[in-house]
């Protein structure tokens, strides 16, 4: 697991250069000149060519001369990985660092306000009532900085719709910084009981949106329980509902624990008969973390004793024409009826295997484990075998 | 105490106190009921927890109490959204309404060389050319096709035998498609043939123009060659090197077929069925006879009842079924048809189940003759000397013939949600309204339903159907795979 973040690092800031707080990294002593002043350079065994806004120094002496007007941030050896194309924000102020996107990884996830009007069970990032909106400016600022070959980007929070006419904004700005880069906003759908809310997306005509909405039952006080907020049924139905007349594109996300799992078939069966225009539709592994934990004895089940559930569900919603995935299933205990559904999904800093998937010959095509799953997972990891798979 | 409510709290119907939303229940067999709503879900109950639901006494644990809830019979205080999602899942239904006719028939010929007892369009000798629809004719006819506001539209080539005037054929597809480069629709071209008289130059005429071909095929040789007799005794041999040269010429799915029952078919449901498979069809229509011409004048239509159709029927489901279970992705289509409206959202598009019914504004047929007709079993009555269904002329306004009293009268009292018996049947958001089966049989466009041929086969395929999938999961996987093809 990559470390992204580091607290009491060094730097060394010119206020003077006007440095940007936020900025692209890359380790080409070649690079175009013009480039260089808005950049920074991963400075690996004292190489430093000049005119670089930022050098990111890595185990370097923090006695190292950095030359005026340039800054500079000194890096121990875990952010080794860091590479061109990378981008970081230092708070000179507070001497922190943070990598906010890294251009190799497979999955890039935007955290857009720790706010929402859910409190789910089993809430991977508690919310906060926080006054948060210079995060937004982050990013308005980042998203120039993105490389334009990058395949998607996601947005989650918290509730990324309680920042209005902002999340409007981040998607126009994402829409003509990343023409060729899917958006994906993970929220609750809610707001968008507003019509008029949900027409402003589809005004800015991305060429890529989807949000991904969960619905966690088809028993309205049942979900509502699951997201711990009181009619939270009704106004994410009808949200999808007003998403899909403004044709967005809506994927519906469902997280599968102890208080999903028995009717998962009848919520396929609800999504089909009510919902059939969604775009998709994902079941989910729990995630170890957040919330999870704490309501540990209300959440966990052993995914081996919910495959038959999840089979049902998985194919009623195939059967009906709607493009489904499971997602955060380890191949040995996912029935391989629905191995085919199975996608690699989890994010590869998340990304892990168990002692017990030594030898396994499919691990290539599983998607592993979250790391937050060293905390409990199921009892009957095992390794499939070669023989065993004819 | 815990910052998380537990489920309880966010219950508020803890009183079971509900509403019931409309519903129609009717019985299934003699322990079960039927309950169905307006948007055609289904739920199957026993009779005594269904007199509990309907006295508002189901308590809100029972099982039941949820799948009712989720399939909208019930409303209570927890959530309202269901009023929302039938209110769309009704627009879904109504949709094909909306867009009016998208089916349109062309009698380009009622010449034919097979001499079919049991045919039910009354065809000519093939050396009478006063039966061919003329140039000028067939394009009046376009005209009107193109008024019609369907985004979709399909053109089907209907006889007789269409291919004995191929080279009208010719002219309205090349009319269609002159027309629909400022239309710009969906354009279908189908032409229902019996495949005898086929060339290699009509193949490649309907390669280049992505005409799909619907063709007889009643069974095995035997069968098929009893039932459709022509000069040579050779329909069979012609229709299949006929099925075997439009596969190779247009593609395997261009092709389908459709068989229908007589009485020397009624034990032989699983050859008929073995037959479609050996060819490689995918799926079989099995189909009785209808009230019309031939079939009538030479009693075959009254060779056999619908009770001995019925047990041929399902016979064939019960087949198909165990062939899927062995591996053979074969399906019925009527039965299709009829889960598509049980089991999804949508309605399909066949005349006969729909309801307000489909004549006129689901198909309108253009008759040799230049009559225009409300469907292909109007121009059937219409050749039996009943000109009820007959709407005008290809002369005519489009307004004229829509709007005629001979369509709208009929639509209107046959409206099945309003028609006695049917306005409280639980089977009625998967049947249709047909009055042209009820004119004909019994002079009515709603007729009785107790003494509905239409009525009583229906009401036993949906029985049987829902029957099948209730008690086996296989099957209702199937049913489900079916529904939404």
């Known amino acids: 697991m990559l470390n992204l973040r580091k607290s009491g690092v060094q730097v060394v800031y010119r206020t003077d250069a006007a440095s940007p707080r936020i900025f692209r990294l890359t380790d080409d002593p070649q690079r175009p000149k013009p480039l260089r002043k808005s950049e920074g350079f991963i400075s690996r065994n004292g190489v430093m060519p000049e005119g670089f806004a930022w050098y990111a120094m890595l185990n370097a002496s923090p006695d190292t001369p950095i030359p005026e007007p340039s800054s500079a941030v000194f890096l121990p050896d875990t952010f080794n990985y860091l590479a061109s194309g990378d981008i970081v924000r230092v708070d000179a102020e507070r001497n922190n660092f943070d990598v906010l996107f890294q251009k190799l990884a497979q999955h890039h996830t935007f955290l857009l306000t720790e706010r929402c009007n ?68 993970l929220s609750n759908g809610r707001a ?4 008029a809310f949900a027409q402003t997306f589809a005004e800015v005509a991305h060429h890529d949106l989807m949000f991904g909405i969960p619905i966690y039952s088809d028993q309205p006080e049942r979900h509502d329980y699951i997201v711990q907020a009181d009619g939270a049924f009704d106004e994410t139905v009808r949200g999808i509902l007003n998403l899909k007349r403004n044709n967005l594109r809506v994927e519906i996300r469902i997280v599968i624990h102890k208080q999903s ?130 | 105490m815990s910052k998380f409510q537990p489920l309880a709290s966010y219950r508020a119907g803890q009183t079971d106190d509900y509403k019931l939303l409309p519903l129609r229940f009717s019985e299934l067999d003699a322990d079960r009921y039927l309950l169905s709503n307006f948007v055609g879900e289904i739920h199957v109950l026993d009779k005594a927890v269904a007199r509990e639901f309907f006295r508002h006494r189901l308590p809100s644990t029972s099982a039941h109490y949820a799948e009712l809830k989720s399939k909208h019979f ?62 000028e004719n067939s394009e009046r006819s376009l005209d009107l096709v193109f008024k019609s506001p369907s985004p979709h539209i399909k053109i089907e080539f209907q006889g007789g035998e269409p291919l004995l005037n191929f080279r009208l054929i010719r002219h309205i597809v090349e009319g269609a498609e002159a027309r629909n480069k400022i239309e710009k629709r969906n ?89 479609y498979v050996s060819l490689s069809f995918d799926s079989i229509f099995l189909r009785p006879l209808s ?69 006129g504004i689901g198909a309108l047929l253009y008759n040799y003759d230049g009559a225009v007709y409300a469907s292909d079993e109007s121009r059937m009555l219409a050749e039996m000397g009943d000109n009820r269904f007959r709407l005008g002329t290809v002369s005519d306004e489009y307004e004229t013939l829509i709007s005629s009293d001979a369509l709208l009268d009929p639509l209107e009292a046959s409206f099945a949600a309003s028609a006695p018996m049917c306005s409280t049947c639980a089977f009625e958001p998967y049947c249709g309204a047909d009055p042209v089966y009820h004119h004909a049989t019994q002079g009515d466009y709603v007729g009785r339903k107790p003494l509905s041929g239409f009525c009583n086969r229906n009401m036993s395929i949906f029985k049987g159907l829902i029957t099948r999938m209730e008690s086996d999961a296989y099957t209702r996987r199937l049913f489900t795979r079916w529904a939404n093809r």
């Open chain 2, 291 to 359: 009230p019309y011409g031939f079939a009538v004048k030479t009693k075959w239509y009254d060779s056999y009842d619908n009770e001995k159709w019925l047990k041929f029927y399902f016979e064939g489901i019960d087949y198909i079924i165990d062939l899927n279970r062995k591996g053979v992705q074969f399906k019925e289509t009527y039965a299709s048809t009829v889960l598509t409206k049980m089991l999804t959202p949508f309605q399909p598009g066949y005349v006969d189940l729909m309801s307000p019914a489909g004549i």
């Open chain 1, 118 to 185: 859910h409190f789910c069970l089993m809430c991977s990032q508690p919310p906060r009532n926080v006054q948060d909106g210079w995060i937004v400016d982050d990013i308005l600022a980042l998203i120039p900085l993105i490389e334009r070959t990058t395949p998607e980007i996601l947005f989650t929070g918290g509730e990324p719709t309680l920042l209005g006419a902002r999340l409007v904004e981040l998607v126009r700005h994402t829409k003509s910084y990343l023409p060729d880069t899917g958006l994906h906003i």
């Open chain 1, 261 to 390: 799992y028995e009717r998962l078939a009848q919520l396929s069966q609800f999504i089909a008969r009510n919902l059939t225009f969604v775009d998709q539709v994902v079941f989910m592994g729990l995630e170890m973390t957040g919330f999870t934990k704490a309501n540990l004895d209300k959440l966990w089940i052993d995914p081996i004793d919910y495959q038959s559930q999840l089979v049902d569900a998985v194919n009623l919603l195939a059967d009906s024409r709607i493009h489904t995935s499971v997602y955060n299933h380890q191949l040995c205990i996912t029935d391989p009826a629905i191995w085919p559904y199975a996608r690699k999904s989890i994010s590869d800093w998340k990304n892990e295997y168990m002692s017990e998937c030594i030898g396994c010959a499919v691990r290539d095509n599983c998607g592993g484990f979250f790391s937050s799953a060293r905390f409990k997972y199921s009892s009957h990891i095992k390794p499939i075998l070669e023989k065993a798979l004819v």
């Open chain 2, 187 to 275: 354009l279908d071209f189908v032409i229902a043939t019996n495949l005898a008289v086929i060339s290699n130059e009509i193949l490649d005429y309907c390669r280049d123009h992505s005409i799909h071909i619907s063709t007889s095929l009643d069974g095995p040789r035997d069968l098929h060659n009893k039932n459709r007799p022509r000069p040579g005794g050779d329909s069979y041999e012609r229709a299949t090197s006929g099925i075997d040269k439009v596969r190779a010429a247009l593609g395997r799915d261009q092709i389908s077929a459709v068989m229908t029952t007589t009485n020397s078919s009624l034990d032989r449901v699983k050859d008929i069925i073995d037959e």
């Open chain 2, 74 to 135: 019930l409303l209570d205080e927890d959530s309202n959204v269901a009023i929302d999602l039938l209110a769309l899942k009704t627009r879904t239904r109504l949709e094909r309404v909306s867009q009016f006719t998208g089916l349109h028939l062309f009698v380009v010929t009622l010449r034919c060389e097979h001499s079919c007892p049991y045919c039910q369009v009354s065809r000519q000798n093939d050396d009478k050319t006063n039966f061919d629809m003329s140039v």
């Open chain 1, 192 to 195: 968008f009981i507003d019509n």
